[in-house]
């Protein structure tokens, strides 16, 4: 019997050239590119995506290793994470150091929309959607803060920040967020290894969550 874990390389990453950058080099695809982050597509089993330091995400195969099948731009900075809806398998939220979360179809070329609070001037290092509501993600970014966002009731604004008010803080930088996937809890972490746990009102503390 073999014991442990093997890998397999089914991508080397090349750095595109993206005009949304300020710092865009035309002429470097012949470079690697960084990979920060990847997440299957629901229900598509051998369709994956990855975001990258150029700024862009692309949709690969693990069975076609040559090139990416699609390219996604719009977001300016380094693309932290790419995280897959649980409910619909054409949508993709993004977080990126251009201080925005983006929400894509995979299906479309353009992104659907950006997120961003009007006093955030910082990186967003990690972002998730919530397993049980299928309109609701969170996001946490380098000034410490906490953000949940709901599209289905302000689109234009988190429905909860925390701290509330950063004015004249300085916070250690939060780097994870995820959400429990049977109560509603979530839980963050900072760069000094400090956790927080958060409980949303108005869900039951149950196994019996919303459908939607």
Known sequence: MKKGL????????????NSQRDDNIEGMNFRNSTGFSFDFLKNEGSLY???SE???IHKCSKSYTDGYLESYFG?????????????????FLTCSADWTCGLWNWKEDSCKGF????NLFDEVYDIEWNPWRSTMFG????????????????ANDPIF??????KDKELPARKTIKFSA???????????????????????????MPDK
Not at 6 to 17: C, F, N, P, V
Not at 139 to 154: F, N, P, Q, T
Request: glycine share 8%; net charge negative.
């Open 54 to 56: 150029d700024g862009t």
């Open 6 to 17: 093997d890998g397999q390389d089914i991508m080397t990453m090349k750095r595109l050239s």
């Open 161 to 166: 920040t925390d701290p509330e008010d950063l």
């Open 49 to 51: 995506l990855a975001s």
């Open 75 to 91: 977001h300016k900075g380094s693309v932290y994470k790419v995280r897959s809806n649980p409910f619909c398998s054409d949508l």
């Open 182 to 208: 049977n109560n509603p809890i979530i839980v963050t972490g900072d760069v000094n290894g400090d956790i927080k746990v958060y409980r949303l009102f108005g869900f039951d503390d149950s196994f019996n």
């Open 139 to 154: 996001s946490v970014a380098k000034d410490g803060r906490l953000e949940i966002w709901d599209l289905s009731m302000e």
């Open 115 to 118: 997120y961003k609070s009007l």
